[in-house]
């Protein structure tokens, strides 16, 4: 297959641009995102058969506003600016833009004025959307047209049908736009005529080849981390390279019951690569004792997580490259617009391809989001199990242990988390529950059992639904299977008398308790 149809989005530092990379996938079209800064050189070499101007935090009219290269307007590519990427083509083509008499946030009516064609095609004729804007158009530049209006917002729309250029206000790509689907899909397949022609099959045939020439004769070192993401890696790699591919697989003590098994079972039957098991619990543990803060256990964790690969690497000898699991939402945030809020920090492997030797770092999935990485997953032979696998941390379940580690408090956890992953997987709900695990609160309280009083740990249920992680409902698990649940793990994980279910949303918590 010949490279994928793009469709190139700029980064002003909006929280939502990896939604719209994602929402433009989902329609079976390539996107990639680059920063605002990108030279125009850059952009072209791209071929985009579009462009997206993402929104972003700053005000246009501001003297260190992000602006792009104006020559993206002129490379006879369809633009779409959404909400600061609409301002931001407004004044830089000559239109203006001022604070708005009232804000708008949330969900808005908006009137759609021009649904005959364009953009707006085919959507009603009133359709909620979501704004989240304090500053708005106030002239278009010459050309454009309002092609839809709210009470407060009188150009929450605008078309330049000759040039192809358009703006709109408010977000097509959060599921809170009722009709946000079908803005994207009027822009990328009636005006940018895209085939919506990508898919996990296409990647796979694609990236096998660049694997091929990038690698050409040589060995591949891979760390495995027990995680969807470098068992997807490890099995692409293996399609393209076969027994070349060495994987080091550092078993750190805190993964879930049987995923160890699983991982060393896959990789040396299913995809039988030479696997290097490191089972380095007790240097962990070690280094872990005394320490309760959360960003420190990470810190340590990640640190000698590394350390265990480079000794594991030395002993094993030259190899010519080195491969990682990156997937795309880490290449975006690590390259973020000017602007950006930082929300959470990455941890990967520094500068260990250069301090090791390699001659250049692998990284086959750095072009997908998580949901096409299980996709592709599922394409290259990876069993359900582990593709399905519900989302876990790097650190693993040290950070479902509040306060210090010790291998009885872990061992509560992962029993306890395999109670509510074999319960709801029984109640057939482990496909609409987004997120679910169990945490070791660090509280104890007095109970009884047998007749006797018992001094114990309360252990809590954290479940949540949601599209994009960027926010999290609680999940209305039955009253019933929460019983269940809590009868279990009382009664067959030692140590724990009392189960909580955490119900509260993402904001004002995060998912994870650390």
Same mark, same amino acid.
């Given at each position: ?5 793009c469709?190139v ?8 641009t ?5 929402r433009?996938?989902?329609?079976g ?10 030279p ?7 071929a985009?058969l579009?462009?997206?101007l ?6 246009v ?19 779409l ?5 609409m ?5 830089m ?7 708005c ?15 005959d ?10 359709s909620?959307?979501?704004m989240?804007? $304090? ?14 209006? !709210? ?7 605008m078309?330049?049908? $000759? ?6 206000q ?13 803005v ?15 898919n996990?099959?296409?990647?796979a #045939? ?11 004769d ?24 076969g027994?070349r ?10 993964m879930?019951a049987?995923?160890? *098994?699983?991982?060393?079972e ?8 030479q696997?290097?098991?490191? #089972? ?12 309760t803060?959360?960003?420190?256990k990470r810190k ?10 480079k000794?594991?690497a ?9 491969a990682?699991? !990156? ?5 975006? +945030? ?20 250069? +301090?090791?030797?390699?001659q ?7 072009m997908?989001f ?13 069993? +359900?199990?582990?593709v399905?696998?519900q ?14 580690? $010790?291998?009885?408090k ?8 395999k109670?509510?992953?074999d319960?709801?997987e029984?109640?057939?709900?482990s ?19 047998? *007749?006797?009083?018992?001094y114990?740990?309360?252990v809590?249920i954290?479940?949540? !639904? ?8 609680v ?25 909580l279910?955490?119900?509260? $949303? ?7 308790w650390?």
């Amino acid at each position: 297959m010949e490279n994928p149809q793009c469709i190139v989005i700029l980064d002003f530092g909006g929280q939502y641009t990896q939604l719209i990379a994602r929402r433009v996938r989902e329609c079976g079209v390539y996107s990639e995102v680059l920063p605002y800064s990108t030279p125009l050189a850059e952009i072209r070499d791209k071929a985009p058969l579009g462009m997206i101007l993402s929104g972003g935090p700053s005000c246009v009219t501001d003297v260190s506003a992000p602006f792009c290269d104006i020559g993206v307007f002129s490379l006879g590519v369809p633009v779409l600016g959404i909400c600061y990427g609409m301002q931001l083509t407004s004044i830089m083509l000559g239109g203006g833009v001022n604070a708005c008499s009232l804000r708008e946030y949330g969900r808005s009516q908006v009137a759609m004025d021009r649904r005959d064609k364009g953009l707006l095609r085919g959507l009603a004729t009133q359709s909620y959307c979501w704004m989240s804007h $304090t500053y708005q158009v106030s002239q278009m530049p010459a050309g454009f047209d309002v092609i839809a209006h !709210t009470d407060h917002c009188p150009v929450a729309a605008m078309a330049d049908e $000759t040039r192809r250029i358009y703006g709109v206000q408010f977000h097509p790509e959060v599921t809170h736009t009722e009709e946000g689907r079908k803005v994207l899909q009027n822009f990328l397949f009636d005006i940018c005529g895209m085939k919506g022609d990508w898919n996990m099959a296409a990647y796979a #045939e694609l990236e096998v080849a660049r694997i091929r020439k990038q690698v050409g004769d040589g060995t591949v070192l891979l760390g495995l981390s027990g995680g969807v993401d470098s068992a997807v890696a490890a099995a692409l790699l293996y399609r393209a390279i076969g027994d070349r591919l060495t994987c080091v697989y550092v078993d750190h003590g805190f993964m879930r019951a049987g995923e160890s *098994d699983q991982v060393v079972e896959l990789f040396t039957k299913t995809f039988p690569v030479q696997l290097i098991h490191a #089972e380095a619990s007790e240097t962990f543990f070690a280094d872990l004792k005394g320490v309760t803060e959360p960003e420190q256990k990470r810190k340590i964790i990640g640190r000698d997580f590394v350390e265990v690969f480079k000794r594991e690497a030395k002993k094993l000898g030259k190899r010519d490259h080195f491969a990682q699991g !990156t997937i795309y939402p880490d290449v975006i +945030e690590s390259g973020s617009a000017k602007g950006a809020a930082v929300i959470k920090s990455h941890h990967n492997v520094g500068g260990l391809p250069a +301090e090791l030797g390699f001659q250049s770092l692998v990284e086959p999935l750095r072009m997908l989001f998580k949901d096409e990485v299980r996709k592709l997953g599922i394409t290259l032979g990876l069993p +359900e199990s582990l593709v399905y696998r519900q989302p876990f941390p790097g650190p693993g379940l040290a950070i479902r242990v509040i306060g210090e580690l $010790t291998p009885e408090k872990v061992e509560i956890v992962r029993r306890s988390d395999k109670v509510l992953r074999d319960e709801i997987e029984a109640a057939g709900l482990s496909r609409s529950i987004s997120q679910y695990f169990t945490v070791l609160t660090g509280a104890k309280s007095v109970g009884v059992m047998g *007749d006797e009083r018992t001094y114990a740990y309360a252990v809590a249920i954290r479940a949540v !639904t949601t599209d994009d992680f960027m926010t999290a409902d609680v999940a209305q698990l039955p009253y019933d299977l929460l019983n269940r649940i809590a009868t279990r793990i009382v009664g067959d994980v030692k140590g724990v008398n009392r189960v909580l279910y955490d119900i509260t $949303t993402k904001p004002p918590a995060s998912i994870e308790w650390e």
